[in-house]
């Protein structure tokens, strides 16, 4: 919450206390900025609010509320009661100019925040299979997922950033099997490619790799050459899957294994708990989990009848351990083809006795890429599906990484290539990141100006319009932590860019007749920058200097 807000409200709250002998949390306070300027810089509606439990008119509770309202410590100067009981606010000028000490002196820290008090997070995203490249999806989710987590530490949540490896199971058969039909195809051998295998270059290319390397040491098909070809297909996938995200600028702090979770005995364990409390069965020679009973729509197999296990149990084993390691909030992001599962892991963490409510599941939704309107395909390689680093190479980091969390997560996306490329205010990338250049250039142009030591000449109104909105910026960052919407940031990003150049067209900052007021402007446009930045690093984009 930002200082004037957080003000307004703890004088609301005692006026409440003191108008009616009421208990009126700061929470409870609305605080506005009205749409129309001339009803003040801020209004709120208590009075309103008020009304149901007073059985008053609320232009009376209003006047009583004001009445022992202390405008100065809110840093107010003069109300107005209007309609049906709005109190609109005008503030004091330092009250206003207040945050451009604030962010200057702050820097990049401004924005940062504890609304999270140090709550222990997990958060899950990407976790693609170690089989191949990272498609358009994985883009969304890496995207959303990394400035969630820059969202959440910047807000004081303790936040650690998973990526569960799928390094077991058919999958990572099919991989092995395909390396070494390919390892035996460029030997000049008989091979038998898997029906349900990889048949992308990619394998191809590692498979050839492995044969210069080795020759025909691993040329014979048994187990134990399986194993070699699924170790070397994990570690060649896994190694171009961390340098895309690299180039992505997204990265993890733990790296969790399935197939370490299985050899640590951990999937049996789970079993063991499940089937201690009565919560497995065997049917049909299969077992299957008792998830009706913790709201999921039908029972679940876990092991099926030819022995192996479903992906389910795995699954099971992963999210206790996590739980198991102390988080008080557990955050999966799935694929929307994903989003029948969440109710039986859900029944899964109740079963072994934690709470439900700790694991959180956003689903990403599809992805389409589209120019002037059309759906387009532009995958070069593999024919089949767009990888994150095309894309980058397309339209650049910025844009792909701005385009993927510009709109919330459950809606379906339609990537516009043509406007992430273009150079033109409708590319909300092009126009925040011209803002800041602007910026920076005016910085570039003002080094002999004295430094400001106060601000009480900046009273246009752009430039108060363009204070208040930089003041909102720390609960933007709050709220978007929340609620995981980086979505939210990018809103802020484009109405800070055009509150900036509003206020940049209105009022002269580099003006040699009127030194005093260039450099408390030219302080102001400090702020907005150092703010402006500070929100494009939030979402991982370049905050350039020139364009």
Same mark, same amino acid.
């Given at each position: 919450?930002?200082?004037?807000?957080?003000?307004?409200?703890?004088?609301?709250?005692?006026?409440?206390?003191?108008?009616?002998?009421?208990?009126?949390?700061?929470?409870?306070?609305?605080?506005?900025?009205?749409?129309?300027?001339?009803?003040?810089?801020?209004?709120?509606?208590?009075?309103?609010?008020?009304?149901?439990?007073?059985?008053?008119?609320?232009?009376?509770?209003?006047?009583?509320?004001?009445?022992?309202?202390?405008?100065?410590?809110?840093?107010?100067?003069?109300?107005?009661?209007?309609?049906?009981?709005?109190?609109?606010?005008?503030?004091?000028?330092?009250? $206003?100019?207040?945050?451009?000490?604030?962010?200057?002196?702050?820097?990049?820290?401004?924005?940062?925040?504890?609304?999270?008090?140090?709550?222990?997070?997990?958060?899950?995203?990407?976790?693609?299979?170690?089989?191949?490249?990272?498609?358009?999806?994985?883009?969304?989710?890496?995207?959303?997922?990394?400035?969630?987590?820059?969202?959440?530490?910047?807000?004081?949540?303790?936040?650690?950033?998973?990526?569960?490896?799928?390094?077991?199971?058919?999958?990572?058969?099919?991989?092995?099997?395909?390396?070494?039909?390919?390892?035996?195809?460029?030997?000049?051998?008989?091979?038998?490619?898997?029906?349900?295998?990889?048949?992308?270059?990619?394998?191809?290319?590692?498979?050839?790799?492995?044969?210069?390397?080795?020759?025909?040491?691993?040329?014979?098909?048994?187990?134990?050459?399986?194993?070699?070809?699924?170790?070397?297909?994990?570690?060649?996938?896994?190694?171009?899957?961390?340098?895309?995200l690299d180039y992505y600028r997204v990265s993890f702090d733990v790296w969790s294994s399935e197939q370490a979770i299985?050899?640590?005995?951990?999937?049996?364990?789970?079993?063991?708990?499940?089937?201690?409390?009565?919560?497995?069965?065997?049917?049909?020679?299969?077992?299957?989990?008792a998830t009706i009973q913790f709201g999921d729509d039908k029972d679940r197999v876990l092991r099926k009848t030819d022995?192996?296990?479903?992906?389910?149990?795995?699954?099971?084993?992963?999210?206790?351990?996590?739980?198991?390691?102390?988080?008080?909030?557990?955050?999966?992001?799935?694929?929307?083809?994903?989003?029948?599962?969440?109710?039986?892991?859900?029944?899964?963490?109740?079963?072994?006795?934690?709470?439900?409510?700790? $694991?959180?599941?956003?689903?990403?939704?599809?992805?389409?890429?589209?120019?002037?309107?059309?759906?387009?395909?532009?995958?070069?390689?593999?024919?089949?599906?767009?990888?994150?680093?095309?894309?980058?190479?397309?339209?650049?980091?910025?844009?792909?990484?701005?385009?993927?969390?510009?709109?919330?997560?459950?809606?379906?996306?339609?990537?516009?290539?043509?406007?992430?490329?273009?150079?033109?205010?409708?590319?909300?990338?092009?126009?925040?990141?011209?803002?800041?250049?602007?910026?920076?250039?005016?910085?570039?142009q003002a080094t002999d100006l004295p430094q400001a030591n106060s601000y009480e000449r900046l009273t246009n109104e752009?430039?108060?319009?363009?204070?208040?909105?930089?003041?909102?910026?720390?609960?933007?960052?709050?709220?978007?932590?929340?609620?995981?919407?980086?979505?939210?940031?990018?809103?802020?990003?484009?109405?800070?860019?055009?509150?900036?150049?509003?206020?940049?067209?209105?009022?002269?900052?580099?003006?040699?007749?009127?030194?005093?007021?260039?450099?408390?402007? $030219?302080?102001?446009?400090?702020?907005?920058?150092?703010?402006?930045?500070?929100?494009?690093?939030?979402?991982?984009?370049?905050?350039?200097?020139?364009?």
């Amino acid at each position: 919450m930002n200082q004037i807000e957080s003000g307004l409200k703890q004088a609301m709250s005692k006026a409440a206390k003191q108008a009616f002998d009421l208990d009126f949390n700061e929470d409870q306070v609305i605080i506005e900025i009205p749409k129309d300027k001339s009803h003040g810089d801020y209004a709120c509606n208590s009075a309103m609010q008020l009304t149901r439990l007073l059985h008053r008119n609320p232009r009376e509770i209003a006047q009583e509320l004001m009445a022992h309202f202390d405008m100065e410590e809110a840093g107010v100067a003069s109300y107005a009661i209007a309609g049906p009981g709005f109190i609109n606010f005008t503030m004091r000028n330092d009250s $206003l100019t207040n945050v451009i000490s604030k962010v200057l002196d702050e820097k990049d820290h401004y924005g940062k925040n504890d609304s999270g008090a140090h709550m222990r997070v997990n958060l899950e995203y990407v976790s693609a299979n170690p089989t191949g490249n990272l498609h358009l999806g994985h883009a969304r989710g890496a995207a959303w997922g990394d400035s969630v987590a820059r969202l959440m530490k910047a807000s004081g949540y303790d936040v650690t950033r998973e990526y569960y490896v799928n390094d077991a199971g058919n999958q990572i058969i099919n991989l092995g099997m395909s390396l070494q039909a390919r390892y035996r195809e460029y030997l000049g051998l008989p091979f038998d490619l898997p029906q349900d295998g990889y048949h992308g270059e990619d394998v191809k290319e590692i498979a050839i790799a492995l044969a210069k390397e080795f020759g025909d040491r691993y040329a014979e098909e048994n187990e134990e050459n399986l194993k070699f070809f699924k170790q070397k297909g994990i570690a060649f996938e896994l190694a171009k899957i961390r340098k895309d995200l690299d180039y992505y600028r997204v990265s993890f702090d733990v790296w969790s294994s399935e197939q370490a979770i299985r050899d640590a005995g951990k999937v049996e364990d789970a079993l063991k708990v499940l089937e201690e409390k009565g919560l497995t069965y065997e049917k049909e020679g299969a077992l299957w989990f008792a998830t009706i009973q913790f709201g999921d729509d039908k029972d679940r197999v876990l092991r099926k009848t030819d022995g192996s296990y479903t992906y389910l149990v795995p699954d099971i084993a992963y999210h206790k351990d996590k739980m198991d390691r102390g988080y008080e909030q557990l955050v999966d992001f799935f694929g929307a083809d994903h989003h029948g599962y969440v109710p039986r892991l859900k029944a899964s963490i109740a079963a072994l006795g934690n709470d439900p409510d700790k $694991l959180s599941v956003d689903i990403i939704q599809m992805v389409r890429l589209v120019e002037n309107g059309q759906e387009v395909k532009m995958s070069k390689r593999l024919g089949n599906a767009v990888t994150i680093r095309e894309l980058c190479d397309e339209v650049g980091v910025d844009a792909a990484r701005y385009f993927f969390v510009q709109r919330a997560l459950d809606t379906h996306l339609d990537f516009d290539l043509g406007l992430a490329r273009s150079e033109s205010n409708d590319n909300p990338v092009y126009y925040a990141q011209y803002a800041h250049a602007r910026m920076c250039s005016i910085l570039r142009q003002a080094t002999d100006l004295p430094q400001a030591n106060s601000y009480e000449r900046l009273t246009n109104e752009k430039e108060v319009d363009l204070m208040k909105y930089i003041n909102e910026f720390t609960s933007v960052v709050s709220e978007a932590a929340k609620l995981r919407a980086p979505n939210k940031v990018c809103n802020y990003i484009q109405k800070l860019a055009q509150k900036f150049h509003s206020f940049y067209n209105a009022c002269k900052v580099l003006d040699d007749s009127d030194v005093e007021l260039s450099a408390q402007r $030219l302080a102001l446009v400090q702020a907005a920058k150092i703010t402006l930045c500070n929100a494009l690093n939030l979402i991982g984009v370049e905050a350039l200097e020139k364009m």
